[in-house]
Nanobody, 124 residues
Framework: QAQLVESGGGLVQAGDSLRLSCAAP????????MAWFRQAPGKEREFVGA????????KDVDFAKGRFTISIDDAKSTVYLQMNNLQPTDTAVYYC?????????????????WGQGTQVTVTP
């Protein structure tokens, strides 16, 4: 299992932006599907988006479209989640995860390696 380390979370106001980073072992981002999930208190883990170099495939969800962007820096083996126009409903712990290459999945069980999570809190 790949060891993933997230960073970049924090406390921001509505309308602000944050960029989360996820550092992975070298070459992980080149061969595995990389995804972001989030989990708010009392709620289930929720898919945010995923990207796979293999086949150049991406997958996202409606609430993220136009606001969140996933990107990869293979040289740094790091995946990013750029979040713009954040809203209080985006408050959650954000997790980075890696899974097998192929069509990106929105199901947590499709991913085998998880980071420890980074807290994002958005105030009105």
């Amino acid at each position: 299992q790949a060891q993933l380390v997230e960073s970049g979370g924090g406390l921001v106001q509505a309308g602000d932006s944050l960029r989360l980073s996820c550092a992975a072992p070298m070459r992980t981002t080149m061969w595995y599907t990389m995804a972001w999930f989030r989990q708010a208190p009392g709620k289930e883990r929720e898919f945010v988006g995923a990207i796979s170099r293999v086949g150049s495939r991406t997958k996202d969800v409606d609430f993220a479209k136009g606001r969140f962007t996933i990107s990869i820096d293979d040289a740094k083996s790091t995946v990013y989640l750029q979040m713009n126009n954040l809203q209080p409903t985006d408050t959650a712990v954000y997790y980075c995860t890696a899974g097998e290459p192929g069509n990106p999945s929105s199901v947590p069980s499709a991913y085998s390696s998880w980071g420890q999570g980074t807290q994002v809190t958005v105030t009105p």
